[in-house]
């Protein structure tokens, strides 16, 4: 049966069109708005191939001086298995339509992030040891290491940048919306808490804030946008499925056949800036509280 629609659903179309222009909106202002400042370049998409200060030692560096990139590629590498076993698991158990979930795509997301570090962390490592061998300062070595570590990855970087920043909102919004909403009042036949799912709700979150403990990334405000599109995208392929004759909803919320439909799609939306903004406090407390607490360890990133 296809997807009926009915008048209260343009409303929900029109909320979710009006997230997607907002955020492409705002990331074209925001990107385009560092040609030219030498200091956060590093943090535009469109100044891949411009600019001269990439920051491309933020990939693999640790904000922890003296921590050998080594410790970074070891958590990347047990993050990256652990959740890589923890997804083939649940495949396994439900087949690939476990993928209509949210769930699963957010964590197949910090997979391809812990993917790219593990790339990335090799590549500095590599790089590093070489260089240790001549008598340089740290960080003259890390220096020299980031112009090859730039011209080898090029626009790599950013888009493992842009996946991080993509990652700590969704893992935020998936374990609120689990925990909160789905757990205590939305049990189903196609849904039961088992210790798989347990785990695919602690581990994401889990893995990642160790990464954000240890990593030297950023977090700007604006990059939330491809947070809010990645959330989109995902309403768009239920719908898409829905209309090819998909039969039921894994997020109930996500119901067009209901009057309240709007209400929960509006709500939806705003609770992405909470969710962005919790991940950015715990950031922010990082690089604002370490160094006092740890002044001679400490880098701030």
């Given at each position: 049966?296809?997807?009926?629609?009915?008048?209260?659903?343009?409303?929900?179309?029109?909320?979710?069109?009006?997230?997607?222009?907002?955020?492409?909106?705002?990331?074209?202002?925001?990107?385009?708005?560092?040609?030219?400042?030498?200091?956060?370049?590093?943090?535009?998409?469109?100044?891949?191939?411009?600019?001269?200060?990439?920051?491309?030692?933020?990939?693999?560096?640790?904000?922890?001086?003296?921590?050998?990139?080594?410790?970074?590629?070891?958590?990347?590498?047990?993050?990256?298995?652990?959740?890589?076993?923890?997804?083939?698991?649940?495949?396994?158990?439900?087949?690939?339509?476990?993928?209509?979930?949210?769930?699963?795509?957010?964590?197949?997301?910090?997979?391809?992030?812990?993917?790219?570090?593990?790339?990335?962390?090799?590549?500095?490592?590599?790089?590093?040891?070489?260089?240790?061998?001549?008598?340089?300062?740290?960080?003259?070595?890390?220096?020299?290491?980031?112009?090859?570590?730039?011209?080898?990855?090029?626009?790599?970087?950013?888009?493992?940048?842009?996946?991080?920043?993509?990652?700590?909102?969704?893992?935020?919004?998936?374990?609120?919306?689990?925990?909160?909403?789905?757990?205590?009042?939305?049990?189903?036949?196609?849904?039961?808490?088992?210790?798989?799912?347990?785990?695919?709700?602690?581990?994401?979150?889990?893995?990642?804030?160790?990464?954000?403990?240890?990593?030297?990334?950023?977090?700007?405000?604006?990059?939330?946008?491809?947070?809010?599109?990645?959330?989109?995208?995902?309403?768009?392929?239920?719908?898409?499925?829905h209309a090819c004759g998909?039969?039921?909803?894994?997020?109930?919320?996500?119901?067009?056949?209901?009057?309240?439909?709007?209400?929960?799609y509006l709500c939806m939306?705003?609770?992405?800036?909470?969710?962005?903004?919790?991940?950015?406090?715990?950031?922010?407390?990082?690089?604002?509280?370490?160094?006092?607490?740890?002044?001679?360890?400490?880098?701030?990133?």
């Amino acid at each position: 049966m296809a997807l009926l629609v009915y008048w209260y659903d343009f409303i929900c179309f029109a909320i979710v069109a009006a997230a997607i222009v907002t955020s492409l909106w705002f990331l074209l202002r925001r990107e385009r708005g560092f040609i030219g400042i030498d200091d956060t370049a590093q943090d535009s998409l469109l100044l891949v191939y411009r600019s001269e200060r990439l920051g491309s030692a933020r990939l693999w560096t640790s904000c922890w001086r003296r921590l050998h990139p080594g410790w970074l590629l070891f958590t990347r590498s047990t993050s990256f298995l652990s959740m890589a076993a923890l997804l083939a698991w649940d495949v396994i158990k439900w087949d690939a339509s476990i993928f209509v979930y949210y769930t699963e795509w957010t964590f197949m997301l910090v997979i391809i992030y812990f993917a790219m570090g593990i790339v990335a962390s090799v590549n500095g490592c590599l790089k590093y040891s070489k260089e240790l061998t001549l008598e340089i300062s740290e960080d003259a070595l890390v220096e020299k290491v980031e112009v090859e570590f730039r011209q080898r990855l090029g626009a790599y970087g950013y888009i493992m940048q842009i996946i991080f920043q993509t990652s700590a909102g969704a893992v935020v919004l998936t374990d609120i919306v689990f925990w909160l909403v789905i757990v205590p009042f939305l049990s189903n036949s196609h849904f039961g808490l088992n210790t798989l799912m347990i785990c695919m709700h602690t581990t994401n979150a889990g893995f990642l804030l160790l990464e954000t403990v240890l990593n030297s990334l950023p977090l700007p405000w604006f990059r939330m946008g491809y947070f809010v599109l990645w959330s989109s995208l995902y309403v768009l392929f239920q719908w898409i499925i829905h209309a090819c004759g998909f039969t039921w909803w894994p997020y109930p919320f996500l119901e067009l056949d209901r009057p309240w439909a709007p209400i929960w799609y509006l709500c939806m939306a705003i609770v992405h800036i909470p969710c962005y903004g919790a991940y950015a406090a715990i950031v922010k407390a990082k690089n604002s509280c370490f160094p006092y607490l740890f002044p001679n360890a400490f880098v701030k990133s």
